[in-house]
């Protein structure tokens, strides 16, 4: 039971927080900016969702294969697999931020009204911070299916200090 809770204490860690990094932004405008822009940074943010179920499902598809490669101690398929997974991750972000930057404004004023038109570099940035967390996530896929724990303690914090730094734009 003691080894099992060893095992086991290192991804309770990072679910903690995973769940902080995904409030923190809403944490910190709400104290310093008020709920009337924590809710347009809501309204905005929120067109990440379509890149977040892609990578989730591509993750999530890649688990079962990436922990088969690992057990089998086929280093060489985990390090192609996951560098695959990590270049759709950045390319998928990477796109989703160069359209907000090129249309941005213009879907943020036909999806939530006109107001919306000028957060257009919200936006932007919010593509560009979804970058970060994709990779972040085809990262800690990989590190699940290794079995690699403890390390995805750093990676945690890391996407902790993304979304701090995204909060405090």
């Known amino acids: 039971l003691l080894r ?6 290192p991804m309770g860690i990072t679910l903690m927080l ?5 409030n923190m932004s809403r944490y910190v405008i ?4 008020g709920e009337r822009l924590l809710g347009i940074f809501a309204a905005v943010t929120s067109l990440q969702s379509a890149g977040n179920t892609v990578i989730s499902a591509l993750g999530q598809s890649a688990s079962a294969r990436l922990a088969k490669f690992n057990a089998s101690r086929d ?5 192609v697999m996951v560098f695959g997974l990590l270049c759709i991750a950045v ?31 919200l936006l932007s940035w919010s593509m560009l911070s979804a ?3 994709f990779s972040m996530y085809v990262l800690g896929i990989a590190l699940t299916a290794m079995r690699r ?11 902790l200090a993304v979304a701090w730094s995204t909060a405090n734009l």
């Open 149 to 159: 724990y403890h390390v995805q303690v750093t990676l945690s914090l890391s996407g």
């Open 30 to 33: 709400s104290a310093v900016q």
């Open 4 to 9: 099992l809770a060893v095992l086991s204490l």
């Open 91 to 121: 390319s998928l972000g990477l796109a989703m931020y160069a359209g907000s930057l090129v249309v941005g404004p213009g879907i943020l004023g036909m999806i939530f009204g006109a107001e919306y038109r000028s957060y257009g570099d």
């Open 75 to 79: 280093m060489h398929r985990v390090q």
């Open 131 to 133: 970058t970060a967390y």
């Open 18 to 22: 995973n769940s902080v990094s995904i």
